[in-house]
């Protein structure tokens, strides 16, 4: 294999492992909004909009930071990690 098929699976890897990042928050977002609704008083519609705004912005810094155009897939695996904790 040619080292720029092994940076393509590589860059498919990290993707991937960002995918996974961005459900398994959107998940800790999901289990927190009855909390988020008692607390301050959210209507439904105000639950949409919170839910909805993060999974966007999660995923807009994720996927700027591992776009394969720009970047490696070395720097794109810590930043999607980094960008989940």
């Known amino acids: 294999m040619t080292e720029r098929a092994n940076h393509k699976w590589w860059t498919l890897f990290a993707m991937c492992f960002a995918l996974f990042m961005i459900m398994l928050d959107n ?3 999901n289990v927190a909004l009855p909390t ?3 607390e301050l008083h959210a209507s439904p519609a105000n639950l949409e909009w919170i839910v909805n705004g993060y999974v966007v912005t999660f995923g807009t810094r994720v996927a700027g930071r591992c ?4 970047t490696t897939p070395a720097t794109c695996t810590p930043a999607a990690v980094t960008e989940g904790t």
């Open 67 to 70: 776009n394969p155009l720009n």
């Open 36 to 38: 988020i609704q008692r």
């Open 27 to 29: 998940t800790i977002v």
